[in-house]
């Protein structure tokens, strides 16, 4: 059975960071590409892309670890809208076209 479990979010002043993990399980972790998107409170859906989003540009960072299939994003000098449920998803394939699995979701609050 696939499973994809967030955690590491939680409160953060203005500045801090945060490392959020995706620990994937029941599939070849390195052969699917791995995203995440995160949800603001009251808005829409946002794939969290570094060449995508320029608003985490420099600021995030998403890597993988294969040898423990985990997925990571690193988020630095956070910021008050950066404040969304984040989501890991599971991709179709090596490239992804669509989203075909997700987590439950880490919340990330910003706040001072």
């Known amino acids: 059975e696939v499973q994809l479990v967030e955690s590491g979010g939680g409160l953060v002043q203005p500045g801090g960071s945060l490392r959020l993990s995706c620990a994937a399980s029941g599939f070849t972790f390195s052969r699917y590409g791995m995203n995440w998107v995160r949800q603001a409170p009251g808005k829409g859906l946002e794939w969290v892309s570094i060449?995508?989003?320029?608003?985490v540009r420099g600021r995030f960072t998403i890597s993988r670890d294969n040898a423990k299939s985990t997925l990571y994003l690193q988020m630095n000098d956070l910021k008050p809208e950066d404040t969304a449920v984040y989501y890991c998803a599971k991709g179709n394939g090596p490239i992804t076209r669509y989203l075909e699995i997700w987590g439950q979701g880490t919340l990330v609050t910003v706040s001072s």
């Open positions: 060449s995508a989003l320029d608003s």
